[in-house]
């Protein structure tokens, strides 16, 4: 019964992520590019500049590069190292070809995503922000489309909660831990009937307490951790690639002729060069929009919390998440697998990533994997603390500003950290799978509604910005009760 229920959900989970849901996102990036005059190309030096220039007299709860950097805390994670190999080793080194233009066109997303959140955000007479997709579909497209925001509310908590919050990547984490310190299972004690290596025990304590320790202190705790977690390991593992790509310079050039080979088909990956040129291209724009999250709508509820007054702004300062997460990360992970010929030698997921790792890098192979091994639990442990926050304003929308309602849940949100390494229930996966792609929906149908909204205020903004001396003040940004 169970394994008939499972198959039923696999079989929703491949068609909700399958070619229309893909082709609907990438539709709309392509859109808003034409729509915006390919502002995501123009206006990225501009975007680059605002990350790290802060907007003091702004309203909002954490600053903008804070607001970034907790948005980042869920992309940058097992997407960029594990998700990387599993494209390329599946769809061949086209495949990375193929996220860069899922990238470019996504940036344009995350930018619109980004000035509606700051455009329709509430803030209260304390203080508090809450914005995201639900609300730019209630105040935007008006109070008959509440119902779509509520939609798009109730599949964030689900995602947040049973799945790509808490049980997915704790497991990856404990998983990570227990395949270097005790592989073969040597340790071990049982727990709820079966038996864990102490490593995946010890690793879930120890996570459960970092991650309330964080989680009780709310948005600001949160934001303060990922604007220093989030830099500094993204920091070692660019590093760490760059180390890779620099000792392997001779190769660069190589590797990607064989990219572009792979991408058009001129080196066939399994069939004839159309089946090769179409399968780069599922797994590339795939585990593209699944890494940077363009589209889903997850990234503008961080953004709505940005210490800003224009729109625009944030949204350039959001659109660099999409830049850093799949063309600067993803493409150093792609280059290092492709320049190590890790990606066909028959390894599968992690295991290419780490094999690319101990042979590109001039150290010691353990201490190789080591590193990597960190990264991987950093990038989780991050991406756990973002989904407590798009989760928790997701169900705020939903019941209203209640605060020990918000409290049990975080306490709930706990539990399901705690429990996460001990989880087989592959089901479970596959609903918060399901939810996330469900969440896109209602957020490109706001994205292409509020088109209009986009391009008229980013006209307004980028032409006073040719005339500094007439801007007088910031625009306040409106109280909604």
Same mark, same amino acid.
């Given at each position: 019964? &169970?394994?008939?229920?499972?198959n039923f959900?696999?079989?929703i989970?491949n068609f909700?992520?399958g070619? #229309?849901?893909?082709v609907?996102?990438?539709?709309?990036?392509i &859109?808003?590019t034409?729509r915006?005059?390919g502002?995501q190309?123009?206006?990225?030096?501009?975007?680059?500049k605002?990350m790290?220039?802060?907007e003091?007299? /702004?309203?909002?709860?954490?600053?903008?590069f804070?607001?970034?950097?907790? !948005?980042l805390?869920?992309?940058?994670g %097992?997407?960029?190292?594990?998700?990387?190999a599993?494209a390329?080793?599946?769809?061949g #080194?086209?495949a990375?070809f193929?996220m860069?233009i899922? !990238?470019f066109?996504? +940036?344009?997303t995350?930018?619109?995503?980004?000035?509606?959140?700051?455009?329709?955000r509430?803030?209260?007479?304390?203080?508090?922000?809450i914005?995201g #997709?639900?609300y730019?579909?209630?105040?935007? +497209?008006g109070?008959?489309?509440?119902w779509? $925001?509520k939609?798009?509310a109730f599949? $964030?908590v /689900?995602?947040? @909660?049973?799945?790509?919050?808490?049980f997915?990547?704790?497991?990856?984490?404990?998983n990570?831990?227990?395949?270097?310190f005790?592989?073969?299972?040597a340790?071990?004690?049982?727990?709820?009937g079966?038996?864990y290596?102490?490593?995946?025990?010890?690793a879930?304590i120890v996570?459960?307490?970092a991650v /309330? +320790?964080? @989680?009780?202190g709310g948005?600001?705790?949160?934001?303060?951790?990922?604007?220093?977690v989030v830099?500094f +390991? !993204?920091g070692?593992?660019?590093?760490?690639?760059?180390?890779?790509?620099?000792?392997?310079v001779?190769?660069?050039?190589?590797? &990607?002729g064989?990219?572009?080979?792979?991408a058009?088909g001129?080196r066939?990956v399994?069939g004839?060069?159309?089946?090769s040129?179409?399968l780069a291209?599922?797994k590339?724009?795939?585990?593209?929009?699944?890494?940077?999250?363009?589209?889903?709508?997850?990234?503008?509820?961080a953004?709505?919390?940005?210490?800003?007054?224009?729109?625009?702004?944030?949204?350039?300062v959001?659109m660099t998440?999409?830049?850093?997460?799949t063309i600067?990360?993803?493409t150093?992970?792609?280059?290092?697998?492709?320049?190590?010929d890790?990606?066909?030698?028959?390894l599968e997921?992690?295991?290419?990533?780490?094999?690319?790792?101990q042979q590109?890098?001039p150290?010691? $192979?353990?201490v190789s994997a080591f590193?990597?091994m960190?990264?991987l639990v950093?990038?989780?442990f991050?991406?756990?603390l973002?989904?407590?926050?798009?989760?928790?304003?997701?169900l705020?929308?939903?019941?209203?500003?209640k605060?020990?309602?918000?409290?049990?849940?975080r306490?709930?949100?706990?539990? !399901?950290v705690f429990i996460g390494p001990f989880m087989?229930?592959?089901?479970?996966?596959t609903?918060?799978?399901?939810f996330?792609?469900?969440?896109?929906l209602p957020?490109l149908?706001?994205?292409?509604a509020?088109n209009?909204v986009?391009?008229?205020e980013?006209?307004?903004?980028?032409?006073?910005?040719k005339?500094?001396?007439?801007? %007088?003040a &910031?625009?306040?940004?409106?109280?909604?009760?």
């Amino acid at each position: 019964m &169970f394994q008939t229920i499972n198959n039923f959900l696999v079989e929703i989970n491949n068609f909700v992520w399958g070619v #229309p849901l893909i082709v609907l996102i990438l539709a709309t990036g392509i &859109f808003l590019t034409i729509r915006l005059k390919g502002l995501q190309l123009l206006q990225l030096p501009r975007a680059l500049k605002y990350m790290f220039q802060n907007e003091d007299s /702004g309203n909002g709860e954490v600053s903008s590069f804070a607001a970034l950097c907790t !948005a980042l805390s869920a992309t940058i994670g %097992t997407g960029n190292i594990v998700g990387v190999a599993t494209a390329l080793v599946a769809g061949g #080194p086209g495949a990375l070809f193929w996220m860069w233009i899922a !990238a470019f066109f996504g +940036m344009a997303t995350k930018y619109a995503e980004g000035l509606l959140a700051i455009k329709y955000r509430v803030i209260d007479e304390t203080g508090h922000v809450i914005g995201g #997709p639900f609300y730019y579909i209630e105040v935007g +497209m008006g109070n008959k489309w509440k119902w779509l $925001g509520k939609i798009f509310a109730f599949f $964030g908590v /689900g995602v947040g @909660l049973l799945g790509i919050g808490t049980f997915t990547q704790v497991n990856g984490i404990s998983n990570a831990i227990n395949n270097f310190f005790d592989p073969s299972n040597a340790w071990t004690a049982s727990i709820f009937g079966r038996e864990y290596s102490w490593t995946v025990i010890i690793a879930g304590i120890v996570l459960t307490a970092a991650v /309330g +320790m964080v @989680l009780i202190g709310g948005i600001q705790r949160i934001a303060g951790v990922s604007q220093v977690v989030v830099p500094f +390991m !993204a920091g070692i593992y660019i590093l760490s690639c760059i180390i890779i790509l620099v000792t392997n310079v001779g190769k660069i050039p190589a590797a &990607f002729g064989t990219i572009f080979e792979s991408a058009f088909g001129l080196r066939a990956v399994g069939g004839g060069a159309l089946g090769s040129i179409i399968l780069a291209m599922q797994k590339g724009i795939a585990r593209g929009i699944f890494s940077n999250e363009a589209g889903l709508g997850s990234a503008p509820i961080a953004a709505a919390a940005a210490q800003t007054n224009e729109p625009v702004r944030q949204g350039l300062v959001s659109m660099t998440g999409t830049f850093i997460d799949t063309i600067l990360i993803c493409t150093m992970t792609g280059l290092s697998i492709i320049i190590t010929d890790s990606w066909n030698i028959g390894l599968e997921g992690v295991a290419v990533t780490t094999n690319a790792f101990q042979q590109g890098l001039p150290f010691n $192979g353990t201490v190789s994997a080591f590193l990597l091994m960190l990264c991987l639990v950093f990038f989780a442990f991050t991406t756990i603390l973002g989904w407590n926050y798009y989760s928790e304003r997701c169900l705020e929308y939903l019941v209203g500003n209640k605060p020990n309602v918000i409290k049990g849940f975080r306490w709930i949100y706990i539990l !399901a950290v705690f429990i996460g390494p001990f989880m087989t229930v592959t089901a479970v996966w596959t609903i918060a799978d399901i939810f996330n792609a469900l969440m896109a929906l209602p957020n490109l149908i706001a994205l292409v509604a509020l088109n209009g909204v986009i391009v008229a205020e980013t006209k307004e903004y980028l032409a006073r910005m040719k005339h500094p001396e007439e801007i %007088t003040a &910031f625009r306040v940004q409106e109280t909604v009760e």
